[in-house]
């Protein structure tokens, strides 16, 4: 009878346990959607704000416009203005992305010690500063200045997965982390159609990004009430990092590349990982790095190649990234999400394997036909890596240091998507597509190798 008692009574925990990580995965879901919906609006009206400083003659702008048609006739890209606004709009995404690396690591090793909901609410204050700027800004100054406050804001996404992480069961983990994936998905679909759609509605007189500046401030401001109400609290007082300072020494060493790849800031204190466990970890960040490296060079190219073979224009490409984000949606929510915990490691390298031939369709793509099936294969992998690599990181490291290890993630992919874009295009335009997709579609196999290195995780009190 008492047995019979203890097993309900544990039943009973487990299953509250249960609930309580489906309603922080809803609420962190829920929170990113709202979040990447606002920041999604811009993208699609990147090349006419560009367009609009160059009309104005804003000073700043056409110093840097310098600077970019060096580059352009460096790699011998044709003086066209389809590729010129690509270029321009890539190396912004790419102070983005650095500002990024260096904000991710600090706003993670904060959380390990005040806790990731303070901080969170912290990086949404940021990012509705941000969008204000965006909404006032007419000098392309003011609106660098609100790209570099987002930027460095934008650790609420390493803070989602750092909440996310600290869920006791891998399962759990694992689910969460896909789900942040659909989030991604869909609100890089939705948001740019809802961008592009109020930048065509614009009224006589109106500054035609101002619609879409105003929604991203709003979806800012609620999402940031949706957590002031919503999000509990992860990471108990009893599992935080002793002091600030412990956490900012770990930062530190997030901002050395070098030290990033050899996880140095969970190395310190008495919750170091194994060296096993530890070597896991390098590994883990090599190939999330090198996948993204390569994986954002393809993504930048992309439009290059659409145009220049095919010569899609804005709504064709739009409707080709739209076909991208709901395939991989739909793979997210159907089939990534219910990997099973351990599996994950085997699931990253079949879809490694998948873009090895997406990118030799796409690079050699003679018509439409064979570019969409490149494109549907590049999706589904798509959807399958990052996600399942997140969820084995996520279970690696102390409670007190889950923050670091998503930061140190989060700060590789960053560094990755800041140095891919600008090394692809001068490959591209220096030896051609093929030369481009082909060679990016072989080195794939290396991260494919490494993770075949990675050895069993051991358990750590």
């Keep these: 009878m008492a047995l019979r008692e203890r097993e309900t009574s544990s039943s009973s ?5 249960e609930q309580n990580c489906s309603r922080v995965i809803t609420i962190v879901f829920l929170a990113l959607f709202i979040d990447l919906l606002g920041f999604a609006l811009i993208l699609p009206l990147f090349p006419s704000i560009l367009d609009y400083y160059s009309q104005t003659e804003d000073g700043f702008y056409l110093s840097l416009q310098r600077g970019v048609d060096w580059f352009a006739e460096m790699v011998g890209m044709p003086q066209e203005r389809k590729y010129n606004s690509v270029l321009f709009g890539g190396l912004i995404g790419s102070i983005f992305s650095m500002l990024q690396f260096f904000s991710s690591p600090l706003t993670g090793a904060v959380s390990d010690c005040l806790g990731r909901r303070p901080v969170m609410l912290v990086t949404v204050m940021g990012l509705i500063t941000s969008y204000a700027l965006w909404a006032a800004s007419r000098t392309f100054g003011v609106f660098l200045l609100s790209r570099i406050i987002g930027g460095i804001s934008k ?26 994936g659909v989030a991604f998905s869909l609100g ?8 592009a759609y109020l930048a065509m509605e614009t009224e006589k007189g109106e500054v035609f990004y101002l619609r879409s500046a105003l ?30 300072t412990s956490g900012f020494q770990a930062a530190v060493d997030l901002l050395s590349p070098l030290a990033l790849f050899q996880f140095s800031a969970v190395t310190r204190g008495k919750d170091s990982p194994s060296e096993e466990n530890l070597q896991n970890l390098k590994i883990l960040g090599l190939v999330y790095f090198l996948y993204l490296f390569l994986f954002s060079g393809l993504e930048y190219t992309l439009s290059f190649l659409t145009h220049q073979r095919f010569q899609f224009g804005s709504m ?10 709901i395939t991989m949606a739909v793979i997210q929510g159907g089939y990534a999400r219910r990997i099973k915990p351990g599996n994950e490691i085997r699931a990253v390298q079949r879809a490694i394997l998948l873009l090895i031939p997406a990118f030799l369709l796409i690079g050699w793509a003679a018509n439409v036909t064979m570019l969409s099936l490149g494109l549907l294969l590049y999706s589904f992998a798509a959807a399958i890596v990052i996600p399942c690599l ?44 093929e030369v481009c997709f082909t060679v990016c579609g072989a080195l794939f196999l290396i991260p494919f190798v490494l993770l075949g290195s990675t050895k069993r995780q051991t358990k750590e009190e």
């Design 390 to 433: 997140s969820a084995v990181v996520s279970g690696y490291g102390a409670a007190s240091q889950k923050g670091r290890v998503m930061g140190i993630l989060r700060s590789l992919g960053a560094l990755a998507r800041a140095l891919g874009p600008i090394l692809s295009a001068t490959v591209y335009w220096l030896a051609g597509a």
């Design 155 to 180: 650790g609420n996404v390493s803070l989602s997965t750092a909440i996310i992480a600290d869920l006791h069961s891998p399962k759990a983990r694992s689910k969460g982390m896909a789900m942040i």
């Design 215 to 244: 929604l991203a401030l709003t979806f800012a401001v609620a999402d940031l009430i949706f957590i002031f109400f919503l999000l509990p609290e992860t990471l108990p007082k009893e599992k935080r990092v002793s002091s600030v």
């Design 13 to 17: 925990i487990k299953d509250k346990q």
């Design 316 to 325: 064709q490409q739009g409707k080709m990234f739209f076909f991208i984000g």
């Design 188 to 195: 890089f679909t939705l948001g740019p159609m809802i961008g």
